[in-house]
């Protein structure tokens, strides 16, 4: 083609008016449990806008190639699904395109190929009509009367006012909360996030005597040599694909704008230490292997809301079920206290505890609830409950509480009413 393609020149005359959206319910965050409450949402019949800052959907579940579905089973030679609904489908569609195994030990979890998880997302908020936004960073909220009026966002291609009956806080940092002028909690000792990676080029073979005992043994004698702070953490080959999954550094988090770039450069510094040191210690497996992708930082607990009654570590180790009961989980108390080592409590097996919708109410507000990883929970609790699995529970209950609370207030919902639309994840053992 030698012709000259046209083009044309256009000069802004005016500063573009913000765009405007009203909608029954606004969701900020595309994670796991932001997407499950969007879903369900839909799926209800309510206009549902899911709003993100990331340019694509998926939150930790796929930019930080989180990798596994922990926490949807209990524990013991008797574990039972805790979570259904949207867990199910995910379970069953990616099973089917053979893009998640099933891992059975002394609980069920399932390692997931991030890619198709996205797809699969993506596919099911469309079919469900959900309005999603990517690349919409929540810029300020309108808050009186104990309820959030209108939200506003900014894009790469201008602003956007969303104005709904409700909001679900899925931003994992309770950041509509926090905006909000509501009282958020926050860690006074930081809780350490990771950069997941994958590694290609090991061998395939050899990889078959990984022995992750050695491999956190040698963590701790020589890891400082390699600039590695954690002694511990996982790498996962994907059977029979030619990678694995690494969840094995610890960096700082921290909630301010150069602090997040810097996340980034120490994952992957101590991302490719992580090599280096596999290379040296363990060549017959790793001496050629190679990062094949860096996820974004994996961020575990930062900030959160604060509600009438956060559920506790005594909560959690006794299975009382409260009569706002919404959720089920089982996942042990798995805090990320310190550089070197993951604090673990377990409990044993068969044991179940709840999570209460209460915890999910900020105190202050009649319209908005968080969802995931920025519930009210102290931060033993919070380190147990933060995982996917009941993500999914919760984002489920959100939707569910929003469509009875309507124009309402999200605490006068009836417990009996929501209980009976989540009993699935509240009752079933099969
Ligand atoms: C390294 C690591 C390993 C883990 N391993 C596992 C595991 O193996 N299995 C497991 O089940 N769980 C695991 N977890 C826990 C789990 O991944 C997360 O807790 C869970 O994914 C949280 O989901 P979420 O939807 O609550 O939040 P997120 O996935 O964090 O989603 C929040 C979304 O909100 C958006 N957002 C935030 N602020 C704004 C804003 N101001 N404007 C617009 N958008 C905004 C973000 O872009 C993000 O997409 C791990 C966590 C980490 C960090």
Redesign the pocket.
Known sequence: MSEPIPTRSVTQKTKPRNQSITADICI???????VTAALVAARLGKKVVL????PAI????I??I??????LYSHGPNAYQLTHGIADEIIDDLTAEDSILRLQGSTV?FQYNEVRLARWMERKLEEAGVHTLVG???TDVSFSKRRIQHID?VTRYGGLRVEAAGYID????A?LSYESGLEVREPVEPVW????FLIEDYDEVAVKELDMPSVRQRLAEVGAKYGLVRHDGWLMPFADQGFMLA?INHMQTPLDPFGAAQMVFEGRRQTDNVIAFLRAEFPAIFANAKVRVYGNP???QTRWIASDRQLTLADIRSTHRPKDAIARCAWWVELHDTAEVVYWEQFPDDHVYFIPLSCMIPAGSDNLLA????VDADTQALSAI????P?IAMGTAAAHAMHLAGTGAVRDVDNAQLQQVLSDNLDRTD
């Not at 709003?51 to 990331?54: C, I, K, L, P, V």
């Not at 996030?193 to 997941?196: D, F, I, L």
């Open positions: 900020l965050g595309a994670g796991i449990s932001g709003a993100d800052g990331a998926g939150g930790q579940a930019g930080s989180i990798g596994t579905i922990i926490g979890n919409a960073v929540l966002f899925a931003s994992g940092d950041t996030g990771s950069m997941n969840n994996g961020i575990r969802a995931g990883r920025c933060r995982v996917m699995g993500c």
